[in-house]
């Protein structure tokens, strides 16, 4: 009896999977969640910057962005060596040599332009990170009026500055990761999706450690409805922002 036809089907139930090919894992699931939860809290605190109303909802949004950060320094120490803030900076070290063959090179050709890319990469990274500190601190010292004691607004003016200077690196790190995954033919976001890249090989990630960014994102919504819980009217608008006001009108 001739059984090739039923075995057809089988086969080609097969030819998706093996289009799809192999992958291997290269973040794991505290850094993405790190990085979405850090880029959604950054976006919420600037849109919320403005305004008696939503002054509390920027403030808790700046103070988890603070602890995020708090949590990556910790994470890049004691954490797998993909995830080190040592290798944002081995690749910063980079810069100077690939600047000195810039005049050596002959043609565009001989110019290396992905590590080029990848030191512009690592670069915005790290202003992301570091300037999450004068931002906090300006932000602080905005909501509790420090300005009136050292005389006048200028360090309300001050975290201004440093907000639009991390909108403008949030930007960059956008067009260049959109300017990369063009350049390369490929998704260069989709690694902080799914953490994996097509390809055979080992994965650079033994570990994904899904509860750890389950802990951290449980962690910054406990924070949010504490924070929830300490004003009498929310974190839209409170008594404490209504009181804010009218002492500004009175002044």
């Not at 950054?42 to 403005?50: E, I, L, M």
């Not at 990469?121 to 009136?148: E, R």
């Not at 300017?179 to 055979?200: C, I």
């Amino acid at each position: 009896m001739n059984n090739t036809p039923s075995l057809q089907p089988a086969s080609a139930a097969a030819q998706p999977a093996a289009a799809k090919g192999p992958s291997r894992r290269v973040t794991d699931a505290p850094t993405r969640m790190f990085h979405w939860l850090f880029a959604l809290c950054f976006v919420g605190a600037y849109a919320t910057a403005d305004g008696e109303y939503w002054r509390l909802l920027h403030v808790t949004l700046g103070y988890t962005i603070a602890g995020l950060l708090g949590f990556r320094v910790l994470y890049g120490i004691f954490g797998p060596r993909t995830s080190g803030l040592g290798l944002l900076w081995r690749k910063l070290a980079g810069a100077p040599a690939w600047l000195r063959a810039l005049p050596q090179a002959r043609s565009m050709q001989q110019v290396n332009w992905r590590q080029g890319q990848n030191l512009l990469m690592a670069l915005a990274v790290v202003l992301l990170l570091v300037l999450v500190v004068p931002i906090t601190l300006s932000g602080y010292a905005t909501y509790n009026d420090w300005g009136d004691m050292l005389g006048g607004d200028w360090i309300e003016e001050v975290h201004e500055f440093f907000g639009e200077a991390m909108l403008f690196v949030v930007l960059a790190h956008l067009a260049l990761i959109a300017g990369m995954s063009m350049l390369r033919r490929k998704n260069q976001a989709l690694p902080m999706l799914t953490g994996r890249v097509e390809g055979p090989g080992p994965n650079l990630v033994q570990k994904n450690r899904t509860w750890l960014a389950a802990a951290l994102l449980l962690a910054v919504l406990a924070f949010g409805a504490w924070e929830w819980q300490q004003s009498p009217n929310g974190l839209m608008a409170s008594g404490t922002t209504s009181e804010r006001s009218r002492h500004h009108d009175d002044d």
